[in-house]
């Protein structure tokens, strides 16, 4: 799923850096015989979102809270989880790393569980807490690195997985063969050095050859590193970056008359796909999604899109919704299974992830599965097509599916246990 143009104010009853609440941790066995810890009252269970809230991206983080809270307004509506009311509690942490940790420290123990970080990948900075504190933290990020980190749950197929479902996908389709060239676009770390893992993996499990670009994390311009692997003959490029550079990849492709193959992982939006360089985009890219297009009539995207325009005042849905709405509903699971087991307090909700067994999204994402500490919740991918006419900006080829190379690839890696 991507983001329209991101609202810029929350709009919704969801405190942002407020001051902690006088009761809002429990502990010790309620009148109805359940065990609490912290962020969980006789009638509240208190939950935290860690997002940027201010700033250049600050409107995607006051929608993934946005997302959150509507599902949750849905479960308060239907009695809350274990007759007590979900609160939700955001902290602007401005992007950066370090205030992650500052917000987290003053947090920690007045919430039973964080329903939504971002960057996700700030929970193996907060690892050594994270373990001493028992939270289980829902990470909005599908970095393979996540996996050793077992109080972070990613919502999703990890990166380097997905472009190997991709690229099993375009050998599928015909459009590569053995011996083909594939070419790479890569930040140096991050999304990047994942993307990479999986296009290595892909390559070698389907006899193609590689050749390896990089790009800065703060560069959009791609015109260099499409003009290098046009001369080496790469029939397809993986991006391992955010959208900016796939848009100018596709556009340099088709103003130099490359035909080739872009394959990305779902971080266009849709004004990318709608914007200037959309006849390019349509023409050359192909994108991989661990959520369905708004597009979807699949009934938990529809019921979502249903809720959001309830509430929302005219503005347009974003990806952060989705996402965080996606997040909240697994953290739901997790909550009424600690409920059924009679302890709410912060470990038996994390233990509870892996008791839960198999979520089914019902089409709003790949299914999932936290049953084993480490290993990927999941291995399927959405194969998408970008379309300015579709709600979204995308449309599905196929899926979601797990490949074979993906299957074969992760256990390579140690994703499956």
């Not at 600050?58 to 946005?66: M, R």
């Not at 579709?390 to 080829?397: L, M, R």
Request: charged letters at 20%; aromatic letters at 4%; hydrophobic letters at 40%.
């Amino acid at each position: 799923m991507k983001a329209v143009a991101p609202a810029l104010a929350l709009g919704l009853a969801v405190s942002a850096c407020s001051s902690k609440a006088d009761d809002s941790s429990g502990g010790g066995v309620g009148a109805d015989g359940v065990k609490t810890g912290a962020g969980v009252t006789k009638d509240s269970i208190t939950l935290a979102a860690l997002v940027p809230l201010s700033g250049p991206i600050g409107g995607l983080g006051q929608d993934g809270v946005a997302g959150v809270k509507l599902y949750f307004d849905k479960v308060n509506a239907d009695g809350g989880v274990c007759d007590r009311t979900i609160a939700i509690e955001a902290r602007d942490n401005k992007y950066n790393s370090q205030e992650t940790m500052t917000q987290y420290t003053g947090l920690s123990g007045d919430v039973a569980a964080v329903a939504n970080l971002s960057p996700g990948t700030d929970a193996i900075t907060l690892e050594s807490r994270l373990k001493k504190d028992g939270l289980a933290v829902m990470a909005g990020s599908y970095d393979p690195l996540l996996l050793a980190v077992h109080q972070a749950f990613m919502p999703g197929t990890p990166y380097d997985v997905e472009a190997v479902n991709g690229i099993s996908h375009l050998v599928d389709e015909g459009t590569l063969a053995k011996g083909d060239t594939i070419g790479v676009i890569a930040y140096p770390n991050g999304i990047g050095e994942a993307v990479t893992k999986g296009v290595d993996g892909a390559a070698e499990h389907f006899g193609l050859k590689v050749e390896h670009t990089k790009i800065d994390s703060t560069a959009t311009d791609a015109t260099a590193q499409v003009n290098t692997l046009k001369r080496a003959g790469a029939k397809v490029i993986v991006m391992g970056t955010a959208g900016g550079p796939t848009v100018s990849a596709a556009s340099v492709a088709a103003a130099s008359g490359y035909d080739v193959t872009i394959l990305a992982t779902n971080l266009l939006s849709q004004g990318d796909v709608q914007g200037a360089a959309k006849e390019a985009i349509v023409d050359h890219v192909l994108l991989t999604s661990n959520s369905a297009p708004f597009s979807s009539d699949a009934p938990a995207v529809q019921e979502l899109l249903a809720a959001w325009e309830k509430q929302a005042d005219g503005r347009p849905i974003t990806a952060p919704v989705a996402a965080g709405y996606l997040m909240a509903g697994v953290l739901h699971k997790a909550l009424q299974q600690a409920c059924d087991d009679g302890d709410l307090t912060p470990q038996s909700i994390t233990d509870s992830m892996a008791k839960v067994g198999k979520i089914e999204t019902d089409g709003l994402g790949v299914d999932l599965d936290y049953s084993t500490p480490g290993a990927a919740p999941s291995l399927a991918s959405f194969i998408l097509k970008p379309d300015p006419a579709a709600e979204g900006g995308a449309v599905i080829v196929t899926g979601p599916e797990e490949s074979d190379a993906a299957a074969a690839y992760a256990e390579s890696q140690g994703y499956v246990k």
